[in-house]
């Protein structure tokens, strides 16, 4: 057939694609049912002030409602709907645009930026493999150990750097490892257990020390301004260090159920490793300078909060020095930009910004205070186990900071009156708001995963549930067994 004959078919047409618009319209009827809605009743909390809930807050949650359900069911791609998120605030006068788009520039995207391009950094100049070949050398051939290995690994980094910089460093060493169990670019069960594994092992492990996550020290001074009480950084890794490696090691059980790997074993697997690693040779010039970059981003970073005079620096402009430091050695180059996941920067530009906008118009406050009411008569582990819900299910969707911040001066009002003492209520907070498993927004590292193509955000949600129903458990078990027999006091004692 000549090609003007061809030229002359009647073009495919793209098939219509029933979910998605269901979903797509599903979203925009919730925005719509809430943004138009008559008026919702206040809010009351136990010292009996109100909290309106105004026409702008009313939006913000209208716009919630439409976000989380296009992220969830991908109608439309993840970053575009965060861009969706910023057009809507300003199209509505929810917020001024101003401050709604100034929030997709926040430093905490930045930092993801910077952290991502410390990935990309280790896979262009070889690190990467090296280190996951001398790792797999290790573990040797069963999947089940390389399942722990990874997901140890990734913990135990989270103790000294944040959780972000460790899923960006972990994530193409996975890659590398993945590529090693198949050839193929589809997704299998054990890179879906590799990858959402390592993102929720990095919030577990990033509990543990005030240089996991930035929510940490933010919670601890917040906590001190209300109660009066300074809680230390070695007390705080003491009470949550066997919370958070209980958690890694039940993920890895976890992973190992729901996501077993196709393959027990990958036979050779030890021997080309090893032998892949010595092909490597010595180390080069860019791989030494990369280690050096980093650790010194990461020492410094880790330095500011015990010495008072590096106390000043931001972290996200001594992780963008390390991005500037890569392009002035040539190591990375103009071309290399084009390689940056801006569907993932944009994602969490998105979230930033639904973020502030319910923290700011009021809106986050009148769903604490609402959440928190129900709980006011009940005993007093059923409202531990309450508040540590809602900032969960909160942290999925908003700064987890904020979400403890929203919640905790609630909680400590109420908390006496039920005989729980206040530390109780913070550290169970903390663990839960280190853990979101439900949504991609929930935490850099979940996003940076996401990237491996190794899953949906539907699947990411289905993983989620029993994952977060385990993790509730947990936090249970820690606030009437562990905690306790480790001296903290839970219940204030009868007068």
């Given at each position: 057939m000549s090609t003007a004959a061809a030229a002359q078919l009647p073009q495919e047409k793209a098939s219509f694609d029933k979910k998605r618009a269901f979903f797509m319209f599903l979203g925009i009827a919730l925005f719509s049912f809430i943004y138009w809605c008559p008026p919702w009743p206040d809010a009351i909390d136990p010292l009996g002030e109100h909290f309106v809930l105004s026409k702008e807050a009313k939006g913000a949650l209208a716009v919630f409602a439409l976000a989380a359900t296009w992220w969830v069911f991908e109608v439309l791609p993840i970053g575009v709907t965060s861009i969706a998120i910023g057009t809507l605030q300003a199209l509505f006068l929810i917020r001024k645009p101003a401050v709604a788009f100034k929030d997709f520039m926040d430093p905490s995207v930045l930092f993801i930026f910077g952290s991502i391009v410390i990935g990309m950094v280790f896979t262009k100049t070889g690190l990467t493999k090296r280190l996951a070949y001398k790792m797999l050398a290790i573990v040797g051939e069963r999947t089940s150990m390389i399942y722990l290995g990874c997901f140890v690994m990734t913990a135990a980094l989270t103790h000294l750097m944040a959780h972000t910089a460790v899923a960006a460093t972990m994530f193409p060493l996975l890659m590398a490892i993945?590529?090693?169990?198949?050839?193929?670019?589809?997704?299998?069960?054990?890179?879906?257990?590799?990858?959402i594994?390592?993102?929720?092992?990095?919030?577990?492990g990033s509990i543990i020390t005030l240089l996991g996550a930035a929510r940490g020290a933010v919670a601890l001074g917040f906590y001190k301004d209300i109660m009066k009480v300074d809680i230390s950084f070695f007390e705080l890794t003491m009470y949550m260090f066997p919370i958070g490696w209980l958690m890694v090691f039940l993920l890895w059980g976890f992973f190992m159920i729901f996501c077993k790997p196709e393959r027990a074993r990958i036979d050779g697997l030890k021997q080309r490793s090893t032998r892949m690693y010595k092909e490597l040779g010595v180390w080069s010039r860019n791989e030494i300078i990369t280690i050096t970059i980093v650790l010194t981003t990461i020492v410094v970073i880790a330095l500011k909060n015990f010495v008072p005079a590096l106390a000043s620096l931001d972290k996200t402009g001594i992780m963008l020095c390390s991005t500037i430091a890569f392009f002035m050695v040539g190591i990375l180059t103009l071309e290399d930009l084009e390689e940056i996941p801006w569907n993932i920067i944009l994602l969490f530009a998105g979230a930033m910004s639904i973020g502030f906008c319910l923290w700011e118009t009021g809106a986050a406050k009148w769903l604490a205070v609402n959440w928190l009411q129900l709980f006011k008569d009940a005993p007093g582990i059923v409202f531990i186990l309450g508040m540590a819900f809602f900032v969960m299910m909160m942290t999925n969707f908003i700064m987890n900071v904020a979400a403890i911040a929203i919640s905790l001066p609630v909680a400590l009002v109420i908390a006496p009156y039920l005989g729980v003492t206040g530390e109780v209520i913070l550290f169970s907070s903390l663990v839960v708001a280190g853990m979101p498993f439900l949504l991609l927004v929930g935490a850099a590292p979940n996003a940076i995963a996401y990237n491996s193509k190794q899953f949906s955000t539907g699947e990411f949600v289905m993983y989620g549930i029993p994952a977060s129903?385990?993790?509730?458990?947990?936090?249970?078990?820690?606030?009437?067994?562990?905690?306790?027999?480790?001296?903290?006091?839970?219940?204030?004692?009868l007068a």
């Open positions: 993945h590529a090693l169990y198949s050839d193929s670019d589809q997704p299998t069960k054990f890179g879906k257990g590799l990858f594994g390592m993102a929720y092992v990095a919030g577990a129903i385990l993790l509730m458990v947990v936090v249970w078990l820690a606030v009437t067994v562990i905690w306790p027999l480790m001296g903290m006091a839970t219940k204030i004692p």
